[in-house]
Every structure is written in C-alpha cells, then in structure tokens.
C-alpha cells in the first residue's frame, strides 16, 4: 500500500479536510429544486483529492466509517450555511452502514446539531456494492427510515443486486444510472428499460431520478415518458455554492421546448383542473359509496393521506362492481378504500404542459373514461377527465392546423405573430430572420411548379434541421418565404448555415449542365435573353429594440427591409440591419415581402 497515501487519509481524517461539493437535482414538472447531491472531496490539492482514490484507500484500511462520518458532517454543516433549499440527498456506503463500529444515531445527532429538518435528508444506498447480509442491510435502513430519513437507492441498474434491493428497502427514490440514460434517446433498449423503471415506481410509489444527463435531447425524453426528476451537468455542474434560483430552469427547459420546430404554446394542465372533494384513505368503501349514490355524476373519487397527497383514485364503477357481487358489502363495506382503489393513477403537477401530459396519456394507455389528479405543490388539487383533456388538444391541433402552411406544414403568419408577439411581451431579446429565395421564378418557370414545390420543401427542411439544436422558431410566411425567430446569440452562425446547406442540397433540382455553367440562359419579361444563377438565398437579420418594438409587425418590417437589403447582392447573401427600432410606418406581417 502506498505510504505517501495513508498518510495523507490519516491527516484528512485527522484534520476533517474534507469539502463539499453540491449539485442541484431538479423536478421538471414543478419547475423548481428538488434537492442536492453532496459530493465529497479529499483534502484540495492532495494525492486524495478525487472521491475514487479517498474512498478507496479507506475502505483497504479499514476506516470507511470514520471518514464517511465526516463527509456527512461537512455535507449537513455547508447546507445549512448556504441556507440551500430542499432536500439534502447524502451517499452512504452499505460497508459503512454494516460496518459493527459504525456509530449508530450519529446522522440524526448531526441534523439536531447543526438544525437541519431528519424530513430533509435523503440517505443514498449505492447499487454498486455487493452486500452479502442483506437482512442486515434492511434492519440498518429500517433504522435510518425511523429515525425520519427518507432512503434513495443510486446507480440503479448497475450493480449486482437491482430490483431484489428495491423491493426489499421500498425507497423513497430510486436513481437511474447514467449508463441507461446516456444517449436513451437513441436506443430502443434503454428506452424500454427506463419505462420498465417507471411503471415499478408507480406500482411502489417511488420517485424516479434520472442522474448523468449531459444531452438536451436525453432531458426531453425522460420528461416524455414521465420522469419528472434530473440530475447532470445539462442542468448544473457540482460546485460549492450551487445556483438555487428557478430561472436556471425556466431558461433551459424555453430551451428544450424550442429545439424541436413548434408553433403552438402549451398550455399547463391546470387550466383543466376541475374542483372534486377527496376522500381519506382511512375512509371506508360504504361511505364512498353513499358518495357516489348522493352523487349520481360524480364518477371518481380522489384518495389522499394525511398531508393531502395523492395515494390512488376510487371509481364509481369498480366500487359498484363489487358491491354488485355476492356477500360484496358483507366483504367490503368497513373495509378502506385503498382495497379497492386504483393505484397507480396519472398524477400531474398544475404546472405540467399539455402535450407533455398527453404523452403519458398515450404511452400508458389510459382508459379514456377515468380522470388524472392535479397537484400543487404534491398536494391535491382537482381532477381533470381525460376525455375533456384530448378533446382540447385534438381542438388545439385543429386550430392550429388550420394557420400551418399546407406545402410544408410549417406555422404560419398567425403562428409567427404569436411567437413574436409572446417574446415582446415578456421583454425577451431576439432575433428575427427574413428568408427569401432569389431567382425561384425563373426556376419554376423553367423546371416546372412540381419542382418549384420541392424546392421550397427543401429550404423548409434545411432551415428546421439547420435550427433544430437551437432555441429557434421557424414559420412559412408563403411561397419561398420564411421566417425564423432566434432566442439565442447564434443567429448569424446558423443563417450563414442555411445558406451553405441549401445552395450545396438544391444544385440536385438542375442539370448537370446548368450545376457546371452556373446557370441558365432564360427570357424575362422583357422578351430578353439573360443568364440566370442558381437558387440562392437573401437573409434579412434584425435584433429588435424591445423598448421601441410594440407588436409584431414593427418587428417584421424591420426585418423585410433588411431583407431588401440582402437581394442587393447578386449572390446568397446575410444582411444584418443595425437599425433596431421601427420607423413610423409598419409593414403587417400578412403582406411582407
């Protein structure tokens, strides 16, 4: 064993020169924190200094207790000193846990010393350790469970015991290794096996935490099959003193909701919310009956406990099913609700965006009959039929429709003024760009309108996927034109992008001939032979003053004169105007270009 590295365990035990770093783990749906992760560090600057090695040698030597319980105490002492909020989630290491000198109490005489909430703390299980003794194991957590704490099993799916473990501990949270969320978007495997993971949680009531994301595009789909809470450098990195302000979040998830091109704002699921009294689980199946029969509309009932958190959902027809049945009230009638009641319901919170819950609606197959619960704050707040849910998106997707080009179904003016409208409102900087095809005319005059159609498919195809990875909003104003609003400091790049993209894919809609020439000869209006280019593009850019732009089509006519300015050039070409505010005299949006 290396000498130089025992004496170093040796002072960072002796001297406690441990630090703390905190990284945020955010609920998606509440859009708010739920908690940290503490994350230990040997002594700054030592051989120790990585969690590996620390950890490591002490485990060899035997005093993985003695440090762990250190850890702890610099964890709980930082968290209470920058009055962080949530919950405090510590890793706690099975061998420390079973380890016969292990003080016992010792967690909780900390949270009372340094006045920190037992409610608060979240003690992480490690899945990576093999644990011979489990029945130990669960007296240990047991213990932990009453003395207040709640219990958190990490890097689930990675180690050697998995779902014996989660079923024997019944956590609080169960936290996704990284391996199975890296790329989940790309592979069918890991996608099947974080809704596997999903639909255990539901059936346990345990929440599930998707740790190890890095990638915008793995954030959007857990939060499309349900996993409403995440970890990872995406959101935030590990450091000492952690952002805790909501607008991290409110940012990155505008973010995400723009990668994807999308003209319609969701609505959160609150709207529909309707006022319905719950039942306590405590309240037997002959009252809720007696409910149901007062009622004769009433078709569910909400079950919550003590707290007013949702536990499951009673049905009026399952109720009367069983009642229906021989000896049924004999059987049931003091029996309590939770015998009978479903489960396993969709719980939302009021904050959650439609679409977002209609995913969950579609992929869990949910009888189109029955109601979701809404929450506040994880406390009921009403129900919300899932008939009237997919009636309004089903309008939504109508109403919409309806203003989408018909040749490229990309948002059109109606849609375009809504997204710029919506950003002058919240005094959100942009920017807004004015695409236009040049010489489509004679294009189409030459190769035909199916031509002419495909073309335009193409520019729609190059600009959505040119954007896709961006904060940006792409609409069809009409024929070759287009428009793309930008939240990011990257419009310039990706306009320069289209143009590269377009002009190298479109030079497939010519002869060889003409792609060689550079050109075509053609007759204008005039009767005169003259050489036309090929297809290229004239971007107008603007940046709009949000002090002096009121409503949107100041903001489009600032941009059709920069516009104008880029057909000047006899060659694709990206004009950024410098003006930023309107003159006095707007264009209206419908009639641009």
């Known amino acids: 064993m290396d000498p130089s590295r025992t004496l170093v365990l040796n002072t960072i ?341 439609l679409d977002t819950v209609s995913k969950q609606i579609t992929d869990h197959e949910f009888d189109i009959r029955r109601h979701i619960i809404i929450t506040r704050d994880g406390r009921y707040l009403g129900l919300a039929p899932l008939r009237d849910i997919l009636k309004h998106i089903t309008e939504e997707k109508i109403r919409h429709a309806q203003h989408a080009n018909p040749l490229t179904m990309l948002p059109g003016n109606v849609a375009i003024n809504e997204a710029i409208e919506q950003r002058l409102r919240s005094h959100h900087d942009f920017s807004l760009a004015y695409i236009d095809l040049n010489h489509f005319k004679q294009f189409n005059d030459l190769y035909g309108y199916a031509s002419g159609d495909s073309v335009i498919k193409l520019l729609a195809e190059v600009t959505v996927d040119v954007c896709a990875q961006s904060s940006s909003f792409v609409g069809h104003i009409g024929g070759d034109d287009f428009m793309v609003v930008f939240d990011n400091n990257d419009a310039e790049v990706l306009c320069h992008e289209i143009i590269t993209q377009f002009e190298l894919k479109s030079k497939a809609f010519f002869t060889p001939e003409h792609v060689s020439a550079g050109g075509y000869w053609a007759t204008n209006r005039e009767g005169q032979k003259q050489f036309v280019p090929l297809l290229t593009l004239s971007i107008g850019l603007v940046r709009p003053d949000l002090q002096h732009c009121i409503n949107s089509h100041q903001v489009a006519a600032l941009a059709t004169d920069a516009k104008k300015e880029a057909k000047r050039y006899r060659n694709s070409y990206l004009f950024v105007c410098n003006r930023r505010k309107p003159t006095v005299s707007t264009v209206r949006l419908e009639n641009a270009g």
Not at 20 to 30: C, G, H, N, R
Not at 54 to 70: D, G, M, V
């Open 13 to 353: 035990i002796k001297e406690k020169a441990v630090f703390t770093l905190f990284q945020p783990i955010y609920d998606l749906a509440k859009r708010q924190i739920l908690g940290f992760e503490a994350l230990s560090r040997g002594m700054s600057g030592s051989l120790l200094e990585s969690p590996d090695k620390l950890f490591a040698i002490a485990s060899k030597q035997e005093r993985l207790s003695e440090l762990e319980i250190i850890c702890r105490e610099a964890a709980i002492k930082q968290f209470v000193s920058l009055n962080l909020p949530g919950k405090l989630f510590l890793n706690v290491s099975p061998k420390a846990l079973l380890d016969p000198s292990h003080p016992k109490g010792e967690t909780r005489h900390l949270t009372e010393v340094y006045g920190l909430d037992p409610k608060r703390v979240v003690i992480e299980v490690t899945e990576q350790d093999k644990v011979d003794d489990a029945n130990l194991l669960l007296t240990t957590i047991t213990h932990y469970r009453e003395l207040g704490f709640q219990i958190a099993i990490d890097d689930l799916g990675a180690g050697y015991s998995g779902l014996r473990k989660w079923s024997e501990l019944c956590p609080d949270y169960v936290k996704v290794d990284r391996y199975f969320i890296d790329h989940c978007d790309q592979s069918v495997v890991k996608r099947e096996f974080l809704k596997s993971i999903i639909e255990l949680a539901k059936a346990t009531s345990t929440q599930v935490i998707a740790e190890g994301i890095e990638r915008v595009e793995e954030l959007k789909l857990i939060e499309q099959l349900g996993i409403v809470n995440a970890q990872g450098f995406l959101l935030a990195k590990p450091t000492r003193k952690p952002p805790t302000e909501l607008a991290l979040l409110k940012s990155l998830h505008s973010e995400v909701r723009s990668s994807v091109n999308q003209f319609e704002q969701s609505m959160a699921i609150g709207w529909l919310a309707k006022e319905a009294n719950a039942i306590h689980e405590c309240t037997q199946c002959i009252d809720a009956h007696r409910l149901f029969e007062q009622d004769r509309k009433l078709t569910s009932l909400a079950v919550v406990n003590d707290a007013r958190e949702p536990v499951g959902l009673l049905h009026r027809d399952q109720l009367t099913e069983v009642f229906a049945a021989p000896y049924g009230h004999a059987l049931f009638d003091k029996k309590s609700v939770i015998k009978l009641m479903d489960k396993q319901p969709l719980v939302v919170d009021e904050q959650q965006e």
